[in-house]
Structure formats: C-alpha cells, structure tokens
Nanobody
Framework: QVQLQESGGGLVQPGGSLRLSCTGS????????MGWFRQTPGSEREMVAT???????NYAESVKGRFTISRDNAEKAVYLQMNALNPEDTAVYSC???????????????WGQGTQVTVSS
C-alpha cells in the first residue's frame, strides 16, 4: 500500500522546463513500478513515462528525448524532468504505482491527486 502526492506543476512558456515530484508514504514503495500519466479534457489518460523498481525506464513517443523519469526509493519519490515543453504538453499530470509483470507495467488504483501543467505563451 502506498499514498502518493504530486507537486511541481505550474505555468511555463513554450520551450521552458518543469520538474514534477511525486512522494509516497507506506512501507512498500520500493516494491512498485512507478509511472507518470497525463490527461486533458475529452481525451484518454495516457502514459508519459514509467520506471521499474529496478530503474528501467519507458517513455511515450511524444515525450522521448525531452522528458526524464527518475526515482529515489530512499526518499520514496519519483520525478519527471520536462524540457522543451510545448502547448501539447498541457495536462493534469498524475503519478501511479504499478505492478510489474514480466517487465510490463500494470496500473494499480494508487494515484496521486494530480498537478496541473500549463504551457502557454
């Protein structure tokens, strides 16, 4: 079991950067894969980036080369460094604890409340 809380969202100009943080509580944080997801009105929630409990990462094609996910199990935290942001990145970003099954990420019901990222000129 884990409880999650995101922070770091805000308003940024196109081409700018933001660093999102997700901190967890509970004794089993390190057992989970972790992921960042985002959603805009009228769209499906999409995977942005995931990181396994061993540190293997996976990215959506749309953010590859611009975003970096990392984790610090000692601090029970996962981060998303976002560079070269564009208006299409505007969304509510949420972190999720995932079950790792043969290297594949499966969502659980453990979500943070989300943090708003707005990219606009």
């Amino acid at each position: 079991q884990v409880q999650l809380q995101e922070s770091g969202g805000g308003l940024v100009q196109p081409g700018g950067s933001l660093r999102l943080s997700c901190t967890g509580s509970g004794n089993f944080f390190s057992f989970y894969d972790m992921g960042w997801f985002r959603q805009t009105p009228g769209s499906e929630r999409e995977m942005v980036a995931t990181i396994t409990r061993r540190g293997i990462t996976n990215y959506a094609e749309s953010v590859k080369g611009r975003f970096t996910i990392s984790r610090d199990n000692a601090e029970k935290a996962v981060y998303l460094q976002m560079n070269a942001l564009n208006p299409e990145d505007t969304a509510v970003y949420s972190c999720n604890a995932g079950q790792d099954v043969n290297g594949k990420y499966y969502q659980t019901d453990y979500w943070g409340q989300g943090t708003q990222v707005t990219v606009s000129s």
